[in-house]
């Protein structure tokens, strides 16, 4: 489970720093702002494109990693990887809607839940590894 925290941790920052170069740099076509989701995929900059299918990653990762730490019966890996997949599906809805309109804010909120999956996921991370060593030790 730790290699899976670490993988959704790169792919975080990496959605992360993608996301501020959107931001900054792209402007999303107004056709856009209408269309659904795969329609955008289709239609999008490269970089927007590849911003949706990478949350679309992290929502696949956060539900695999919420299934793994029931499986491993942690409580608190539990509570990460729940948090983790609310945050990081909190902030795919928030792109979606940024999409639609725009607005400063709903770019803060993924901004700032991204913030809270990397922080989930790096709790988590450092349970299973302290647990590993501690079953080692």
């Given amino acids: 489970m730790s290699l899976d925290c670490l993988v959704a941790l790169i792919a975080l920052v990496l959605q992360f ?3 501020m170069v959107l931001n900054l ?7 856009d702002a209408r269309a659904g989701f795969i329609t955008e995929v289709r239609t999008a900059p490269l970089g927007l494109t590849l911003h949706a299918l990478l949350g679309t990653l992290l929502i696949c990762a956060a539900i695999i990693l919420v299934a ?3 499986r491993a019966k942690d409580r608190l890996v539990i509570a990460f990887a729940a948090t983790g997949l609310v945050a990081v599906a909190g902030a795919f ?4 809607m940024f999409v639609r309109d725009g607005r400063d804010g709903v770019s803060l909120a993924m901004a700032l839940l991204t913030g809270v999956a990397l922080v989930c996921y790096a709790g988590a991370l450092a349970r299973v590894a302290g647990t ?3 079953h080692r030790g």
């Fill in 68 to 70: 793994r730490a029931v």
């Fill in 93 to 96: 809805t928030a792109g979606e």
């Fill in 132 to 134: 590993s060593l501690n």
């Fill in 17 to 19: 720093g993608l996301g």
């Fill in 25 to 31: 740099f792209i402007t999303v076509p107004p056709a």
